[in-house]
């Protein structure tokens, strides 16, 4: 089941969008963009798909901001209260999801549901190679030989995803830190110590990751 987190700055205690993606989708409810934000800092949390979020325009802004999201990699759908068309932001994708109409109170949820399914079927978040499996929905890897995953932290998820999708690239510290830590400044010692854990974990993996001269990490 698809991971979708829905921010919304409820007036009343029920929120019609969270019980109609209930039934499709996991789905969590936050109350405010610091609430999400807090949580979202944390380690060992499902990697969201789908982010949305319904709010005021003052908000808006900094929900866009990729240096302000823990998740830049995730789809982020926009509903603009005052009846606007919301925008969606994402790697590979300008289209819009849907438009809120202000007089149509459950959001033409109907039609808001067959698009976000599309999209959802048309988001890669299982990554293969060489017989290894990554899901980033679930934060988990495994041999494809082997039914038992490996459960993953969200950095050691996003240092793997980043080997896999550029097996034989060679990454620096400062690269590893700029894509993983969104340009966080981190000690060398931190970076290594989270590749060291993923090392640990891809022990029986045909693939490793190993040190460079200079400094630096390569997948091979």
């Known amino acids: 089941m698809s991971v979708v987190w829905l921010i919304e700055n409820l007036t009343c205690g029920k929120s019609p969008l969270f019980e109609a993606l209930a039934g499709n989708f996991a789905v969590r409810l936050f109350a405010s963009l610091s609430s999400f934000h807090s949580l979202a800092k944390a380690e060992k949390v499902n990697f969201p798909r789908i982010l949305i979020f319904r709010g005021g325009k003052s908000e808006l802004g900094k929900f866009c901001n990729d240096s302000w999201s823990p998740f830049p990699d995730a789809f982020r759908v926009l509903i603009d209260e005052k009846g606007k068309d919301p925008a969606c932001q994402g790697p590979s994708l300008s289209e819009k999801v849907y438009t809120l109409h202000s007089e149509e109170p459950h959001f033409e949820l109907n039609r808001f549901l067959k698009k976000l399914s599309h999209l959802l079927a048309n988001t890669a978040n299982v990554i293969r190679h060489s017989g290894l499996k990554l899901n980033m929905e679930t934060l988990e890897c495994s041999l ?77």
């Open 144 to 220: 494809e030989s082997d039914t038992e995953p490996i459960p993953l932290s969200l950095k050691e998820a996003k240092l793997l995803r980043l080997f896999l999708q550029s097996a034989g690239k060679p990454f620096s510290r400062s690269d590893i830190m700029s894509v993983i830590w969104d340009n966080t400044k981190v000690s060398p010692r931190t970076i290594d110590c989270h590749i060291s854990r993923l090392r640990k974990k891809l022990l029986h993996s045909p693939l490793s990751i190993e040190g460079i001269y200079g400094g630096g990490y390569v997948l091979r």
